[in-house]
């Protein structure tokens, strides 16, 4: 049964069906990669990654500090 399925995808080597070790030496040869053009420093690092952070943050935060007031609106009936 594999020998009908090794034929029928043709040129494909059989190490690397049955290699994965093969297989991730031939990707990490493929991968290509320049130097950065810019170095980044740690004080620009620190600053973009606090930024990411408040950015992420702020919308819990102001929930979490209106849940009160949503908890008070629920309770109440609603208005018809």
Avoid: C, D
């Avoid at 690092?45 to 950015?55: D, L």
């Amino acid at each position: 049964m594999v020998s009908v399925v090794l034929r029928k995808m043709g040129n494909v080597p059989v190490s690397t069906l049955t290699r994965p070790s093969e297989i991730l030496k031939e990707t990490k040869k493929m991968i290509y990669s320049k130097p950065p053009r810019n170095k980044i420093g740690a004080a620009q690092s620190f600053f973009v990654m606090s930024v990411f952070a408040v950015a992420m943050l702020t919308p819990a935060a102001w929930i979490l500090h209106h849940l009160p007031e949503y908890r008070q609106r629920s309770r109440q009936s609603p208005k018809t």
